[in-house]
């Protein structure tokens, strides 16, 4: 009797350590696996669904009808380009000229507010977009950060792309400028491609939350030591370009103790692919897929 139990012991143990060795193995080899082991053991409060110029999938891009389905889309966050007029007002618009969503042409530079306020910004959508076409957006104006923060105030946070550091105009104090005036440092956060620039918005006002825009051509890129650390000295955060994203590059930021944001998830495929990745947050056109994405997730516990 005591041979059986004692076989039946070894039996047992040796499947246990089997066991052991192969979660062993598959935690060590696959970043996935460690991401998801992190979340169990401490999960993230929050996967935050930002509003990519806006709900612009639906309208028309960085318009205040965009922002508005945005929020009606229970986002986040909306993120919204700026650019500064001949005059030096911060307008909402994301291309350096006015020629891709206007009825005109033109550099936004060279341009007054007055003349920016007179295009239409909204009609080359319904052309583009029927199947989302709506009358109103037809005439709809570029608004200017103070519209954006008006119209908004704390109702929801915003992401602010700052599209690049000049000696001539020090964009970083004067954003840092409205965003006290209104009173939004709680809930404001920016991100730009120029590390320059982050680094400078960061001596102006260290407790703005700043992300570290990326483009990798590749997935399979991987960051040293040195560069998350100096990232890390500014920012709380990287944003990669979704297509240069993968399970391992997401795991490595977040060891650092960093978030990760990619942009710009538009299919739930990947927006699902992401989200198993265990990123804190997705930009997208489409708030409204990634709010499914993650309900459908928790519901399934997706393991």
Request: proline share 4%; glycine share 4%; charged share 20%.
């Amino acid at each position: 009797m005591k041979k059986i139990v004692s076989h039946k012991a070894y039996f047992i143990g040796m499947h246990v350590l089997i066991c052991i060795l192969l979660f062993t193995t598959l935690y060590a080899s696959f970043p996935t696996i460690r991401v998801k082991v992190k979340e169990i053991i401490d999960p993230a409060e929050k996967v935050y669904t930002i509003a990519h110029r806006g709900a612009s999938g639906y309208a028309p891009e960085n318009t205040i009808p965009a922002f508005e389905l945005a929020r009606e889309m229970d986002s986040d966050s909306i993120e919204l380009d700026i650019h500064l007029t001949k005059d030096q007002i911060p307008v909402v618009i994301h291309d350096d000229t006015v020629n891709r969503t206007t009825n005109s042409k033109g550099y936004v530079r060279n341009m007054t507010l007055e003349q920016i306020k007179q295009l239409d910004a909204g009609s080359w959508f319904n052309k583009a977009y029927p199947m989302f076409a709506r009358e109103i957006y037809v005439g709809t104006t570029i608004p200017t950060l103070d519209e954006v923060f008006e119209t908004f105030g704390k109702e929801i946070s915003y992401v602010l792309e700052i599209k690049e550091s000049t000696p001539k105009i020090n964009i970083e104090v004067l954003l840092n400028e409205y965003i006290k005036k209104y009173d939004l440092e709680k809930v404001v956060a920016i991100h730009s491609f120029s590390a320059a620039s982050l680094r400078k918005f960061h001596s102006i006002n260290p407790d703005i939350p700043l992300y570290q825009l990326v483009w990798n051509d590749y997935s399979s890129v991987r960051l040293t030591e040195a560069y998350l650390a100096d990232v890390k000295s500014y920012a709380v955060g990287i944003s990669p370009n979704f297509q240069g994203t993968s399970a391992s590059y997401v795991a490595q930021i977040k060891r650092a103790g960093l978030k990760v944001m990619p942009y710009t998830i538009n299919y739930q495929l990947n927006m699902d692919k992401a989200y198993s990745w265990g990123v804190d947050g997705v930009y997208t056109n489409f708030p409204d897929r990634f709010h499914e994405v993650i309900e459908t997730n928790r519901k399934n516990a997706n393991w």
